[in-house]
């Protein structure tokens, strides 16, 4: 009786811990579409119809358009760009005074325009 008793106990503790994991799963799917929404509504108040939502996940705003030539497949461009975080608040930049103006600046960085290759994988799909 008490090897049946051990074996039930077994049993009882082993489906405890696959429900556990697989309610896991499903907190952090939940979390994900959460984060999601949020993200979409932060962008959609803040930012209104100023950004390009790109294949790639990215979104891209553009502060001044360009009048150069087409960008192709074998075309290197040098980009100036910040990143901001969900706070409005700049976590990365190659623009100087920004740099500054925010606290970020470092003599030791480079900033000016970062160089993107686009046909050696520098700039991901849907970047272009």
Avoid at 41 to 61: F, I, N, Q, R
């Amino acid at each position: 009786m008490d090897f049946v008793a051990r074996i039930k106990g077994a049993l009882v503790a082993a489906a405890l811990v696959l429900l556990a994991a697989s309610c896991a799963k499903e907190a952090k799917q939940i979390e994900d579409a959460v984060e999601r929404r949020v993200l979409a509504a932060h962008l959609t108040t803040v930012y209104k119809d100023t950004l390009k939502e790109l294949p790639s996940g990215s979104y891209l705003m553009t502060k001044k358009k360009g009048d150069g030539k087409l960008v192709t497949l074998s075309s290197s461009v040098f980009v100036k760009y910040s990143r901001l975080n969900l706070k409005n608040e700049y976590d990365q930049t190659n623009i100087e005074e920004i740099a500054k103006n925010v606290g970020g600046f470092s003599y030791s960085n480079y900033y000016g325009p970062s160089l993107f290759e686009i046909g050696n994988y520098t700039l991901s799909k849907g970047m272009e």
